[in-house]
T-cell receptor
């Protein structure tokens, strides 16, 4: 089954702790993305990567970090510098510049910081 | 940055009714995408549009890419309870420096009364 997986589904952390959210895809897509969704809001882009070992800041990158060491994986770290980290985090992927713009999403991770 | 105006914000309809929602932009878009998101899940791609004037159907769903390239609409015919969810439009602006970033609307929340 091809798709995007995110783990865990729910995550609880204490304030001041860094936490890493996992995103894996087996679609052989070049591009991957991280979005944040707050209640009643649209999707806001945190970081994106168009190719392995390269990534760019999105609209709300402050307090977050990413890596792209493998094509299949794009983990997101929510650092203690992120002032309001409680949110629903969505990972997505697309074929990349060689194909269309359709992005496919994972099931999401709900992060709650206590 | 780029913004999409999606309307209405919410809709309450009776089962069997038709639904229409739309997205507009002040700038030209090359691609329009429509997604549906169930509570606590990631968005699922419903329809992708790539040409001005294009009209595409997916079962009871029909979407159109506006002639001006600045708008798109989504129609759902004969709604059923499982149509409940949040519908997002997304677009790829004409000028984006070659990146794969999408711009998202804030969503239309659909409630269907049996």
């Amino acid at each position: 089954d091809g798709g995007i997986t995110q783990s865990p589904k729910y995550l609880f952390r204490k304030e001041g702790q860094n936490v890493t959210l996992s995103c894996e895809q087996n679609l052989n897509h070049d591009a991957m993305y991280w979005y944040r969704q707050d209640p009643g809001q649209g999707l806001r882009l945190i970081y994106y990567s168009q190719i392995v070992n390269d990534f760019q800041k999105g609209d709300i990158a402050e307090g977050y970090s990413v890596s792209r060491e493998k094509k299949e994986s794009f983990p997101l770290t929510v650092t203690s510098a992120q002032k309001n980290p409680t949110a629903f985090y969505l990972c997505a992927s697309s074929i990349g510049s060689s194909g269309g713009n359709e992005q496919f999403f994972g099931p999401g991770t709900r992060l709650t910081v206590l | 940055g780029q913004q999409l105006n999606q309307s209405p914000q919410s809709m309450f309809i009776q089962e069997g009714e038709d639904v229409s929602m739309n997205c507009t932009s002040s700038s030209i878009f090359n691609t329009w995408l429509w997604y549906k998101q169930d509570p606590g899940e990631g968005p699922v791609l419903l329809i992708a549009l790539y040409k001005a004037g294009e009209l595409t159907s997916n079962g009871r769903l029909t979407a159109q890419f506006g002639i001006t390239r600045k708008d798109s609409f989504l129609n759902i015919s004969a709604s059923i309870p499982s149509d409940v969810g949040i519908y997002f439009c997304a677009g790829h602006p004409r000028i984006q420096g070659g990146s794969e970033k999408l711009v998202f609307g804030k969503g239309t929340k659909l409630t269907v009364n049996p």
